[in-house]
């Protein structure tokens, strides 16, 4: 039972949508099989309560069908109940769509001819529209639906009348409508596109069926998200204008609550790729403009799944700031956003990040102290903090300790089944480069040692080695 697919998902449903789901099934209207019900019952039950499922038979035997079991009957009977649930998942999203539902319910009157409730509704469509936040391809699509059906209720008398009388506005706002939908959407598949190419290195051409030259001649006023989603595509193939930059973060911060949370994203991940690509080309001031989005898309809950943050980018967070000397800016955020990460990731998140904090201030001390409460049963702060203790060692000049701790780190780099092969090689390189550090004396060991670490593409913490080592030629 666990294996079948209504299990799995209705295990990830909140208890809120589990009650919901319920309350769907057990309509008349949905759901007319008892046995579906049933079923439904003692799954959402058994996941509320965290209890073990019975085998099969057994539940078969609890429901309320007079047929004998089968193992056939019973996957047709979780089958039913799954298709329920698509159902319902259809009637969840159509809920949520106040547009979709009005226009929904114009088409059905057009075609059933209620004209008795075409004016009313159609005020009260205009109303929703104008109410609407959300604002990009969908809104105009759904407005331009809206147009369609009101010129479609209109006979063919009261159409000639407008255009004797010169009243064309609802055909150039249905035309406007579908040509911001279809703008929109053209220049998202644009954006995408190049997304991949640039990930994967292609230089294929994909058609998108007309010119972007062509797209660009058709102008639209007061519509943010056309404008945004040009400068996205632009931003992406002028990757060095700034100007193009700040032009879109000034457009985003204002209009972005004019976007749905998907799109919201897509706009965010445009400005920080960008802002990263500028760092690594040597742009360190693009550090500072990288928390800046980050810290926007925080408060706007942009980069929240669920208002939890990801570890990923609490930790891009913290690399970020410390490489700019922002600590207190860290500190304040590592302490102020740990809450906002998955509870059993938080206390080793606070700890290692806050020992990150201590090293970069050079209080090597407080950075053990942090160091020695993270938990390493998590594989990735098992070796990272590690690779922390063995440099906070070094700064300490605590090189019996430091021998030991990078012997002992080269071993469990040996040993260890969970690593990939090239991270093993990463960390691997890390604790034989350290260990060279405490025994060569000499310029020229230091030197050939600086060269192979200069040369070598995996190897952790390369900056730092590199730091130390011109530090020691220094004293010479």
Not at 32 to 39: D, G, R
Not at 178 to 183: G, H, K, Q, T, V
Request: glycine share 2%.
């Amino acid at each position: 039972m666990e294996s079948t697919r209504i299990y799995k998902v209705l295990n990830l449903l909140t208890v809120p949508q589990l009650n919901r789901f319920i309350k769907f099934v057990q309509s008349p209207y949905h759901n007319v099989n008892a046995s579906i019900e049933s079923l439904a019952v003692y799954l959402i039950k058994s996941i509320k309560n965290d209890e073990e499922l019975l085998d099969k038979e057994t539940i078969w035997q609890t429901l309320s069908s007079k047929k004998e079991f089968t193992d056939l009957r019973f996957r047709k009977l979780c089958n039913d109940l799954l298709e329920r649930f698509e159902k319902f998942l259809i009637q969840e999203n159509l809920d949520q769509n106040h547009m979709l539902q009005s226009n929904l319910l114009l088409d059905s009157i057009r075609k059933n001819r209620y004209e008795i409730l075409a004016e009313k509704h159609i005020a009260k469509s205009s109303t929703e529209i104008k109410r609407e936040i959300d604002q990009s391809s969908n809104y105009y699509l759904q407005k331009y639906f809206f147009k369609k059906t009101i010129q479609n209720l209109k006979s063919n008398y009261e159409k000639k009348v407008d255009l004797k009388k010169g009243k064309l506005d609802s055909y150039d706002e249905l035309s406007k409508n579908l040509d911001a939908f279809y703008i929109i959407e053209k220049l998202r598949i644009a954006t995408d596109m190049e997304t991949w190419k640039k990930m994967y290195k292609s230089d294929e051409s994909i058609d998108l069926g007309v010119s972007l030259e062509i797209l660009e001649k058709i102008k639209f006023d007061n519509i943010p998200s056309v404008d945004i989603y040009r400068l996205m595509y632009d931003v992406y193939k002028e990757e060095s204008n700034t100007e193009l930059y700040y032009e879109l973060k000034e457009k985003a911060l204002t209009h972005i609550n004019s976007f749905p949370k998907d799109e919201q994203r897509e706009i965010f991940d445009v400005l920080v790729s960008f802002s990263i690509k500028l760092v690594n080309k040597g742009e360190i001031i693009f550090l500072k403009e990288t928390l800046l989005l980050y810290d926007w898309g925080i408060k706007e809950s942009i980069i929240l799944n669920k208002g939890q943050l990801s570890p990923t980018t609490f930790r891009n967070y913290v690399v970020a700031g410390l490489r700019i000397s922002e600590f207190d800016k860290v500190e304040a955020f590592i302490k102020n956003n740990n809450e906002l990460l998955e509870k059993d990731r938080r206390e080793n998140a606070l700890n290692f990040n806050l020992a990150r904090v201590a090293f970069y201030r050079k209080e090597f001390d407080e950075c053990l102290t942090y160091l020695n409460k993270v938990n390493y049963d998590d594989i990735w702060y098992n070796v990272n903090s590690k690779m922390l203790l063995l440099a906070a060692y070094y700064e300490l000049e605590e090189i019996e300790v430091l021998d030991s701790a990078v012997d002992a780190f080269i071993l469990f780099c040996r040993r260890d089944k969970i690593l990939d092969a090239q991270k093993k090689t990463q960390y691997f390189n890390f604790a034989k480069s350290v260990k060279k550090l405490t025994k060569f004396n000499s310029d020229k060991k230091l030197k050939t040692l600086k060269e192979k670490i200069e040369s070598t593409k995996v190897i952790g913490n390369k900056p730092w080695l590199l730091e130390k080592i011109d530090e020691l030629l220094k004293n010479k």
